[in-house]
């Protein structure tokens, strides 16, 4: 094979030399998507054709062999029982009222919420800053129970996308909704109440029906109590109030932030949320809607990306801009409506580069081609790590696309043939050492590592990353699937059902295997990892890169197989994952996201938690900057272009993380991010560094640099997120 590539190198570059070349580009090869596997004919849409609907498939998904896996937690501990015949979330913004004591607190803007001994503490956050981290401090400013206070856990006895119902046994149960300036509770039955904070109770007082109160703390912050009967409550203590009947009704409270919001806060205090639900039934859109009681208008608060994607025109939500509150993530602005309607620029969805290679580059790129698919069979994966071998096998996959772009198809069979052998024995159960297994308890894959060591596969096991691994194997799918379409039918089973497991779109079923959206946020709009872990800061997610490559990976497996729904719910998803990446991840100098020392030091976030933005990395220390660029880089795909598609930006990162290239013991796999990343403005140069690196990343190459810097302009033009829209193939489904 490498005689043969090697004779088919020298062809073609004695055909270049030879030949009179204008310097261009090659246009992207952007094919229609290809027939599903099992159909005669193509599926194919006109512009004329209405969107796809982003309907969950109803088969039953291929379930990989059963196991009881010790590490995994019981869920009945906390979940009501009428839950338990469906999938479980398991990166949910309340994982932390399922896991352990279940005492930890979440934060559901704008409060943070802690559940212990039969109460319920909320916490109007100070935010404490340093160079290194942000973070948000829970005081237990108001703490709601009922006298005497029960023992028993709390009960989660229903979930959505955009809220939870926390049942306190026997008596309260509260509606904890997304954005909700109140919190609310209604009585199961009549019930002495008693409130008490941590602080000291300066003054309260309630009007003359007893239906709302106010309650002033010695720590500046004053609150108010709305309820739907009279509420008897008088001073036990200082810092305690009690009822002195049982109250039998509604009870919402809200923190008091300027005088001028109380008549606010009056008039939309009748109207209250008991649950919230995401709509992705349309491509680049994502619609909510709340289900309400009371009367009167729903208000609710809104984080800066919903305003930046709220679409006006299609709801009839509007924005009080004078109505704010703070938050870690930044303002919340009251929105009035019980439905919002949010939309995102398209973006593309391509196997080859958007701009194309220019044709003077493809000796170079075909040079390091050959070596490098050559060197596949000689240098066999030896790891078992689910995270690495993804890795492994999806840069391997980077070298078929990459070799149909430039023009070498003869490389193609010896990647396809490397890609067989080394992902089927992962969806057929043969792989020595590990391999996928599903978990019945919380409705998941697992991996035979992690199914008997919580910290083996990075935590795949309970749930941590699956996104990340997964997303891997499905680029490979993809790849595989359009080359070979015999294999991809073989195989559709199994990679279906590793998408499914964190891309499923149905709500709870007993006939449903795993459970919803498993790592994306459908209101804070991007993905979090963790899994079942609790964390005193909720679900953290490190690279975005990698969660975008999940979805971009999905999206090209549609196209492999024909499926219009998922390359809808793939692309949409990747589309708000970059959007929100840019919005939280992205730290850009002079930007008012962050406190000034935190923005001045940092160029990028490390770990971003619920709770918390953290300067350092899992593995890496802050000063270790190209660490922190390459993992919100990898893997490196024509994607990548959409999610640093702000030239300005990119080049205040590279001149942020260049200087720790100097450091001695820096990665050279490391290096190539930051070049590929110089490479956007400053191709010739990122050029020269790259030919020099001595090595590469696990998951990259060095056909797959040159193939980015080549694929570059000449001259590119600073702004933000210029272009999405005229480079959407998918462009016949956006609004």
């Not at 160079?131 to 006895?157: A, R």
């Not at 050559?374 to 993804?390: C, E, H, K, Q, V």
């Not at 490979?476 to 015999?486: E, G, N, Q, R």
């Not at 690196?693 to 600073?718: I, M, P, Q, V, Y």
Request: aromatic share 12%; net charge neutral; hydrophobic share 40%.
């Amino acid at each position: 094979m490498l005689k043969k590539l090697t004779r088919r190198l020298s062809r073609f570059t004695s055909h270049i030399i030879t030949k009179t070349i204008k310097k261009r580009k090659h246009p992207p090869i952007i094919p229609p998507p290809p027939p599903p596997p099992d159909q005669q004919q193509a599926v194919t849409l006109s512009p004329a054709s209405s969107p796809p609907k982003m309907a969950p498939h109803h088969e039953n998904p291929f379930l990989f062999p059963n196991t009881q896996s010790p590490v995994l937690p019981d869920p009945s501990t906390f979940f009501s029982p009428s839950l338990l015949s469906s999938p479980l979330p398991t990166n949910s913004f309340f994982q932390n009222f399922a896991l352990k004591n279940g005492d930890q607190p979440e934060y559901i803007h704008p409060y943070l919420i802690k559940s212990s001994n039969s109460s319920l503490s909320l916490s109007y956050p100070s935010r404490f800053s340093s160079p290194g981290f942000i973070y948000q401090t829970f005081t237990q400013d108001l703490t709601i129970s009922t006298s005497p206070q029960s023992q028993t856990n709390h009960v989660i006895s229903s979930f959505n996308d955009l809220s939870l119902t926390l049942d306190l046994p026997p008596s309260l149960r509260f509606f904890l909704v997304r954005g909700s300036p109140f919190i609310t509770l209604s009585t199961l039955a009549a019930t002495l109440l008693s409130i008490s904070t941590i602080h000291a109770i300066l003054s309260f007082t309630s009007n003359p029906s007893l239906t709302k109160h106010r309650i002033t703390l010695n720590n500046s912050q004053t609150y108010l109590l709305y309820s739907s009967a009279p509420l008897n409550l008088s001073l036990s203590s200082l810092s305690l109030l009690s009822s002195s009947s049982p109250f039998s009704g509604v009870l919402r409270a809200a923190i008091l932030l300027d005088p001028s919001h109380e008549p606010l806060l009056d008039r939309f205090s009748s109207c209250y949320p008991l649950s919230g639900h995401a709509d992705l039934s349309k491509p680049f859109s994502l619609d909510y809607k709340w289900d309400t009681k009371g009367w009167g208008d729903l208000l609710l608060l809104a984080h800066p990306l919903h305003l930046r994607l709220l679409d006006p025109s299609s709801c009839s939500a509007s924005v009080l801009p004078d109505l704010t509150y703070n938050s870690i993530d930044g303002p919340l602005v009251a929105v009035v409506g019980d439905s919002w309607s949010l939309k995102t620029d398209p973006i593309s969805l391509t196997w080859h580069s958007m701009r194309g290679v220019c044709e003077d580059a493809f000796p170079e790129i075909i040079s390091a081609l050959a070596k490098d698919v050559a060197d596949l069979n000689s240098t066999p994966i030896t790891t078992t790590s689910s995270y690495f071998y993804g890795k492994a096998i999806a840069r391997a996959a980077r070298l078929a696309l990459i070799a149909e772009e430039v023009g070498l198809p003869d490389a193609i069979p010896t990647v396809q043939s490397f890609l067989r052998d080394s992902i089927s024995p992962w969806l057929d159960g043969s792989f020595n050492g590990n391999g996928f297994l599903y978990d019945p308890k919380w409705g998941g894959i697992v991996t035979k590592q992690g199914s008997l060591d919580s910290g083996a596969d990075f935590g795949f096991g309970v749930y941590n990353d699956h996104h990340y691994h997964l997303g891997y194997f499905l680029y490979v799918i993809a790849v595989l699937a359009k080359f070979d379409p015999a294999w991809g039918r073989k195989y559709r089973p199994q990679a279906y059902s590793m998408m499914a497991d964190f891309m499923t779109l149905s709500r709870r079923s007993h006939r449903a295997r795993y459970t919803r959206l498993r790592c994306f946020d459908l209101w804070k709009l991007h993905s979090w990892a963790g899994g079942l872990t609790e964390f005193a800061d909720g679900r953290n997610q490190e690279s975005t890169s990698e969660a975008v490559n999940a979805y971009y990976s999905a999206a090209l497996m549609g196209l492999s197989y024909g499926d219009t729904q998922l390359v809808a719910v793939g692309t949409t998803l990747a589309a708000l994952e970059m959007q929100a990446a840019a919005m939280w991840w992205h730290v850009r100098e002079g930007g008012s996201m962050y406190e000034e020392a935190f923005t001045k030091e940092n160029r990028v976030v490390g770990v971003l938690w619920a709770n918390k933005r953290d300067s350092g990395l899992w593995f890496a220390p802050p000063e270790w900057k190209e660490c922190r660029l390459g993992i919100q880089v990898l893997p490196l795909l024509p994607v990548t272009e959409l999610l640093f598609s702000d030239v300005g930006f990119v080049r205040d990162l590279v001149k942020w993380a260049s200087p720790a290239l100097a450091r001695e013991g820096v990665g050279e796999g490391w290096k190539g991010f930051v070049y590929a990343m110089e490479g956007v403005y400053e191709k010739e140069t990122a050029l020269e560094k790259t030919r020099a690196l001595k090595g590469f990343d696990d998951g990259n190459s060095l056909t797959n640099l040159l193939w980015w810097l080549h694929s570059r302009a000449e001259e590119e033009e600073d702004g933000a997120g210029h272009g999405w829209k005229n480079r959407c193939w998918f462009g016949h489904y956006c609004h």
